[in-house]
């Protein structure tokens, strides 16, 4: 097997003028001329090459890649690509070019500002945030019959497949893609093992032996996606009584230099702009654009934390103003079952903002605290948050996934392109089958997510592997349990051979989208969930250290509590870090900070107690009532903890909250 | 070079400066220790040295000379804290599991909550939150050895 390397650009924005190197024979080098098929990494616009051409858009842009069996030889190999440098863009309030831009709006803001006794305004921003899986991207692409195979770490088996297709001009039958043991993801496997694929497959192609290319830490932090940073504008009316009159806001999403998932991020992201509340007048319109930085993309939450952020210390500050209760303002204006969302979608009974607010702020003895540690260096804050599960919109009924079930000797396989990362997508599916097919959990086994083997159940993203896909394993498991009648598997195999069912995606009835005015039904349903911070500011250094954190959150039913737990826990944890400690440095367009030692994640020494709470309310087209739960728990932490900040006198609305921007942000009036 | 890997007596013929890590990895073939950051922040390479947990990302081969070295594939005796990891959420993807396991196990015996959070405070999790790894070891300590 031969190593891989990536060459890349050391500019942020330019033209490629020359490329030169006098590497020995012993190497195997590729560039875009190598390409069999098309030069571009297949998601939603076709504009990000696999190895650039001539334009250098971003810094670590990949141009030329390596390949040779001495590992020590590889890295010290050099080649020089000269480019002439022209001037980036880096701020994206001044960026030339647009990749998305939508508006969402209900009412008539104008009469709900006139209808308003106080304006509340302001800008909020969160930075970048790198997903810090510990397992780095990696791949091994091995040339076989005629095709390729890819190994590798990643979440999406057939978005790959499908970008492999494209770039090396194979048939669906060439291109095989097996899910190895994922060592984390968090969404930063979503896309970008499309790239690092393509690179391995070209090099494994033109050297005819397989190829590993394994990112250490610092490439990895350099090259691959992370969080949109973003900028949000809010403006709000609100009566006397605390009523919601008129909500505005203004959503701008840094994309990076390609387009990435990024329209879909800022569809999310718009869609959760003004919080889990009820409003008659509501204008929110978003825009992502491009700068000469390396993509940014997929990272658990999907835009829908950066804009919940901003609702949630907007309301904060609306309370201010009004000088009134913090909960008590939340309580008046929470969606209830019956309200409509922006996009007009009526909420079901599975609606639960006012019941997650009520036994967060009562568990956390949040008044108690509130009134006890005002004027010390303690702080309490809250967010109230929802997330919607699933693919935005129509997004699930375009994506058509199937899942299949296989009858065996002891019970069934499970065959689903979804995949295990951590969060218990193994187990959660078997359990799924085990009680819908009345067969002992021991009894179901899950297939390998190899593309030559499992049908494409769809990409595991968006909070949808329990509910969109365990709901269509249901259905099959329901139609297997039909078939087999009273038969054991052994039986029914003994009799008429070999069963397996597929099904597919049903959109629950009634639901309804329409792209064009992002109006109607944006997902099949909410998961709801409120935080309440407790912090302490050191006075000597102004860090602020998290105390505890409790967490209530309602997804349905959870289908392992011990699992689901751990995703409330760990996406807490991530949600802390990016609040208080992750930062991103960008210089000159490229992430200064690419190590562990200077960019911080949360330890056991930064990570607080987590107090983590499940409600049940059934969702009834979930399997077993679930919803989906893997990123609600990012949207609450961040809100929470500023808003903790800002019981403690300092008028923060950015983050990472360094104990620098809290200097820059100083004290706010906190006169009565 | 001789040296005692998970009880074996081994001869590993490797450059002395090369990374722990990479010995135990490529000439001995125990692939449990992972490299997360190779600058000894992360704590997934995690083994221990003499009973020691020690980060072989940054141990160079010849300070291993003659020493017990302990990787997850050796580790004796501490099934409870093994399983307790499996059942009480301490793993979820199971890349800082084997390092973090080890890091467990060279805890004192009646350590404090204290000495849980400052015993690990050099393993990285990002799944975790942390709380199940303190679910998982309370656990397995209430059950004894």
Not at chain 1, 459 to 485: F, H, Y
Not at chain 1, 613 to 639: Q, R, S, T, W
Not at chain 2, 58 to 87: C, H
Request: glycine share 10%; net charge positive; hydrophobic share 40%.
């Amino acid at each position: 097997m031969l190593w891989g390397r990536t060459i890349r650009s050391e500019i942020p924005r330019g033209r490629i003028r020359e490329v030169r190197h006098t590497l020995d024979p012993g190497f195997v080098v590729v560039d875009h001329r190598d390409i069999p098929g098309r030069n571009f990494v297949a998601l939603i616009e076709e504009d990000q090459p696999c190895l650039a051409e001539r334009e250098i858009r971003h810094f670590a842009e990949p141009v030329v890649l390596l390949a040779h069996a001495d590992r020590d030889k590889l890295l010290e190999a050099r080649v020089n690509v000269a480019c002439d440098r022209e001037e980036a863009v880096l701020d994206p309030e001044r960026s030339p070019k647009t990749f998305k831009d939508l508006t969402i709006a209900k009412g008539n803001l104008e009469s709900g500002f006139s209808a308003a006794d106080v304006v509340v305004e302001g800008e909020y921003r969160t930075g970048h945030q790198e997903q810090l899986y510990i397992e780095p991207n990696g791949v091994i692409a091995v040339p076989e019959n005629g095709g390729v195979t890819v190994y590798g770490s990643l979440q999406c088996p057939y978005y790959v497949h499908r970008a492999l297709k494209i770039l090396l001009a194979l048939p669906d039958e060439k291109v095989r893609v097996v899910q190895t043991e994922t060592g984390g993801a968090f969404g930063g496997k979503e896309e970008y093992p499309s790239m690092i694929a393509g690179h391995a497959a070209l090099l494994a192609l033109k050297a005819k032996r397989p190829v590993k290319i394994v990112y250490d830490r610092a490439e990895d932090m350099v090259a691959t996606t992370k969080r949109h940073p973003a900028i949000i504008r809010h403006r709000t009316g609100v009566a006397k009584d605390g009523r919601l009159t008129a909500i505005d806001v203004d959503i701008l999403m840094d994309g990076g230099a390609y387009a990435t998932l990024s329209a879909v991020v800022l569809s999310r992201a718009a869609i959760h702009a003004a919080g889990p509340y009820r409003c008659a007048n509501v204008r929110i319109r978003a825009r992502s654009v491009m700068t000469n930085t390396p993509p940014n993309g997929a990272f658990r939450g999907f835009g829908a934390p950066q804009s919940q952020f901003a609702a949630e210390v907007h309301m904060e500050r609306i309370a201010e103003a009004l000088r009134m209760d913090p909960v008590k303002l939340r309580e008046r204006n929470a969606l209830r079952p019956g309200d409509e969302t922006p996009t007009g979608q009526k909420l079901g009974k599975d609606t639960s903002a006012l019941a997650v607010l009520r036994e967060a702020v009562h568990r956390s003895g949040f008044h108690r605290k509130r009134r006890a540690w005002a004027g010390s260096n303690r702080g309490i804050g809250l967010a109230l948050f929802f997330h919607g599960s699933g693919f935005t919109g129509s997004g699930e009924v375009k994506l058509a996934s199937k899942a299949a079930l296989e009858l065996t000797e002891t019970g069934a396989r499970i065959l689903v392109a979804s995949t295990e990362m951590g969060q218990g997508t193994r187990t959660m599916h078997a359990q799924i089958v085990a009680e819908a097919l009345g067969i002992p959990y021991e009894g179901i086994e899950v297939a390998d997510a190899d593309t030559a083997s499992v049908p494409d159940s769809g990409p595991t993203v968006a909070s949808r592997t329990c509910m969109v896909v365990g709901k269509i394993l249901e259905d099959c498991a329901e139609e297997m349990k039909a078939r087999l009648g009273k038969m054991t598997p052994r039986e029914y195999l003994r009799r008429h051979g070999p069963l397996r069912v597929t099904k597919e995606y049903r959109r629950p009835p009634g639901m309804r989208w329409s792209e064009e005015t992002s109006r109607g039904d944006a997902y099949g349903a909410y998961g709801w969930g409120c935080d309440v911070a407790e912090i302490e500011r050191d006075p000597v250094t102004g860090e602020i250290r998290p105390l505890r954190l409790t967490a209530v959150q309602e997804f349905g039913r959870a289908i392992h509590p011990i699992l689901a737990k751990g995703q409330i826990e760990g996406g807490t944890a991530q949600g802390i870090g990016w609040a208080l400690l992750e930062d991103v440095a960008m210089r000159e367009g490229r992430m200064a900070n690419a190590q562990l030692t200077n960019y911080l994640v949360p330890t056991t020494a930064d990570t607080p107690a987590i107090d983590a709470v499940i409600l049940d309310n059934p969702y009834p087209h979930g399997p077993f009532g679930a919803k989906g739960v893997g990123e609600l728990p990012i949207d609450g932490p961040a809100p929470a903890i500023v808003n903790a900040i800002r019981h403690l006198g300092f008028d923060a609305r950015s983050i990472p909250a360094t104990p620098e921007r809290l200097l820059d942000a100083g004290a706010r009036d906190v006169s009565p | 070079m001789r040296l005692t890997v998970n009880g074996r007596r081994v001869n590993v013929a490797a450059p002395p400066m090369k990374r722990l890590l990479d010995v135990l990895r490529e000439e001995c073939g125990l692939t449990g220790a992972k490299e997360g950051c190779g600058e000894g922040e992360c704590g997934a390479c995690t083994v221990l040295l003499d009973g020691a947990p020690v980060v072989s990302c940054l141990v160079p081969f010849a300070q291993a000379r003659g020493a017990r070295v302990t990787t997850i594939e050796g580790l004796r005796g501490r099934e409870a804290l093994q399983r307790a990891f499996v059942t009480e959420g301490g793993a979820q993807c199971g890349i800082c599991t084997p390092g973090m396991i080890l890091a467990a196990a060279a805890l004192p015996k009646k350590a404090s909550k204290e000495d849980v959070r400052f015993g690990l405070a050099g393993n990285l999790c990002r799944c975790t939150g942390y709380t199940g790894i303190y679910r998982a070891i309370r656990k397995a300590a209430s059950k004894g050895r």
